[in-house]
């Protein structure tokens, strides 16, 4: 699949202020640094779609980006600067979980996790939630390039490991920096929006 058009739709903080869900949309998660924005804009072409910023402390909004006049790629608040329960009960918990629990046009959540180390009892507690409702299958690999080729495989088994995946789950690895792998993850990402 190719990206043509893109576009800022919507941010929001409440179902009030939501697009309507007249399109399917992807949800992106992960943790605060975690190469978030640099990955939705390798994926839309665009240098500033999402903003790329060294602060943790950005302001916690849901964005919503219309992708092709087709469908929606959803930019969610990154985590692990604020504490999160295990329920995601605290106030960017509960944006979230009435995001993800209630929205029905959402297909999946594509989860980003870094390359380079154990994903975070976090990772692994937002990996939980979203396989529980049926919302896991995609992990990407954020900054590849810091890794080695001898130590891709390795690092990649120790994230499915850790996260403990399921055969069916896919980690795509990707780099912002070296712009790579963004195909095979735009690809699984039309492949789900074609069933
Ligand atoms: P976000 O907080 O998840 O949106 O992360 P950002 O996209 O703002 O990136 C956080 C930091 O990681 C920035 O300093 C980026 O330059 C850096 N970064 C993002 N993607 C990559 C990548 O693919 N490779 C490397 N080496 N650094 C990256």
Redesign the pocket.
Known sequence: MRIVTSELEQIAVKPSQYPPGDLAEIAFA?R???????LLNLLTGRKKL?H???NPGKTRTINFYRINDAFRIVDLP?YGYAKVSKSLSESWGEMMETYLEGRENLLTVVQLVDIRHAPSAQDAAMHEYLRHYGLSGIIAA??A??VSRNQLPKQMKMIRQTLKLSPEEQIYPV???KKTGHGALLDAIGALLEE
Do not use: E, F, I
Not at 32 to 38: A, I, M, Q, R, W
């Open positions: 992960g605060s640094n975690v190469g978030k924005s640099s999402a790329v910023s060294g990154g954020t900054k390039d810091k780099s912002a920096l």
